[in-house]
């Protein structure tokens, strides 16, 4: 993020003009003189970054500054006008405040004029002009786009070619993606191409798999593309699978000594039933071969062990698969055991 990135990211969401000029009035109070006054455009930037919630270390960063001089800058002058304008004392550690809700409850964070059923679920792609991305580039776009809206989205489905990314979010969190978008500021922020946004009608088939599949994946499973490398990504889409209609997520399972490894779920519906792969790929930060002797091991809807489904893992094996099949609404379980680290993942 830049110092411009982050001015939008402020214009965006905060009245910041009315702020500034409550600042300064705090300002004027703090130097107890009849003199108007206004913040520097130094504090304007500081405040940015603090609107953005972020750190004073992470403030420094983005304006190229070291940390003392910023420390500095927010002590000797923002926190202080901060203070008075909510009529905090002057010993309270403001950093233990969290000052962009303060401001927001006192009517200094923008509302959404659009729709007012702010809570209201809505379903949304956007489609970036990057084809084939990797996965950092995936999640520094993702993490930009929940930077915009102040608050981590999580991605639904991503499709391939000029790359699709499909939400779900509250209608005031869409409408100011569309707000900087159609105010053709969206490039800007996220560092890439928009070539379209726009909502996706109910009757979509996003949504229709949603409903099928919607309590199959637990907490932290994400599209594939945002947890598996290019090449992991290519190896599970085998030619038994690629012409079919075919749902993946994948997580990134800790595992203990700062050893983790990449779980990719794959369901393929079939006539009568739902063929399951699930393939265990090395971490993008690991090495090139999954931990020597993991144990990887399918258990039934009652917990037990399935015998002809345990494996473990050799000493120069690079993916491990577990390819089955269930009924719609069958649940089971994959265990990973290394050492002493057991994880269990259920379906």
């Known amino acids: 993020m830049d110092r411009q990135t982050l001015?939008?990211?402020?214009?965006?969401?905060?009245?910041?003009?009315?702020l500034y000029k409550a600042l300064g009035q705090a300002k004027r109070i703090y130097k107890q003189t009849e003199k108007p006054e206004n913040i520097t455009p130094n504090d304007r930037d500081n405040l940015h970054g603090?609107?953005?919630g972020k750190k004073a270390s992470e403030i420094a960063k983005?304006?190229?500054?070291?940390?003392?001089?910023?420390?500095?800058?927010?002590?000797?002058?923002?926190?202080?006008?901060?203070?008075?304008?909510?009529?905090?004392?002057?010993?309270?550690?403001?950093?233990?405040?969290?000052?962009?809700?303060?401001?927001?409850a006192r009517g200094f964070r923008k509302q959404s004029d659009r729709h007012p059923r702010e809570t209201e679920k809505v379903w949304w792609r956007i489609v970036i002009e990057i084809d084939n991305p990797d996965n950092l580039q995936l999640q520094a776009i993702v993490k930009r786009l929940g930077e915009v809206i102040e608050?981590?989205?999580?991605?639904?489905?991503?499709?391939?070619?000029?790359?699709?990314?499909?939400?779900?979010?509250?209608?005031?969190?869409?409408?100011r993606i569309e707000q900087l978008y159609r105010a053709e500021r969206l490039d800007r922020l996220l560092q890439v191409t928009v070539s379209d946004l726009g909502e996706i009608p109910q009757s979509s088939v996003l949504i229709y798999m949603r409903q099928i599949y919607q309590n199959i994946f637990g907490e932290g499973y994400q599209p594939v593309a945002l947890i598996l490398t290019r090449n992991q990504r290519s190896r599970s889409r085998t030619s038994q699978t690629e012409n079919l209609e075919v749902v993946e997520r994948a997580?990134?399972?800790?595992?203990?000594?700062?050893?983790?490894?990449?779980?990719?779920?794959?369901?393929?519906?079939?006539?009568?039933?739902?063929?399951?792969?699930?393939?265990i790929y090395p971490s993008s930060?690991?090495?090139?071969?999954?931990?020597?002797?993991?144990?990887?091991?399918?258990l039934n809807e009652s917990g037990e062990i399935v015998p002809e489904y345990h494996k473990q893992v050799g000493s120069k094996d690079n993916a491990?698969?577990?390819?089955?099949?269930?009924?719609?609404?069958?649940?089971?379980?994959?265990?990973?055991?290394?050492?002493?680290?057991?994880?269990t993942e259920h379906f």
């Open 285 to 298: 930060g690991d090495a090139a071969y999954l931990p020597a002797g993991l144990q990887v091991t399918l």
């Open 151 to 175: 608050k981590p989205l999580i991605v639904q489905k991503i499709e391939a070619g000029s790359t699709l990314l499909a939400f779900e979010s509250d209608r005031s969190e869409y409408d």
């Open 50 to 52: 603090i609107l953005a």
């Open 62 to 104: 983005i304006y190229g500054k070291n940390y003392g001089q910023t420390r500095n800058e927010l002590s000797d002058r923002l926190y202080k006008y901060l203070k008075v304008l909510l009529n905090y004392d002057s010993s309270v550690d403001i950093e233990s405040i969290d000052i962009p809700q303060e401001l927001a």
């Open 7 to 18: 001015r939008e990211i402020a214009e965006t969401n905060w009245k910041l003009e009315d």
């Open 251 to 279: 997580k990134s399972i800790e595992l203990g000594g700062q050893r983790s490894v990449n779980l990719a779920i794959q369901l393929i519906p079939q006539a009568e039933d739902i063929d399951i792969k699930i393939l």
């Open 320 to 343: 491990l698969l577990l390819d089955f099949s269930v009924e719609p609404g069958e649940k089971f379980s994959v265990r990973l055991v290394l050492g002493s680290a057991c994880v």
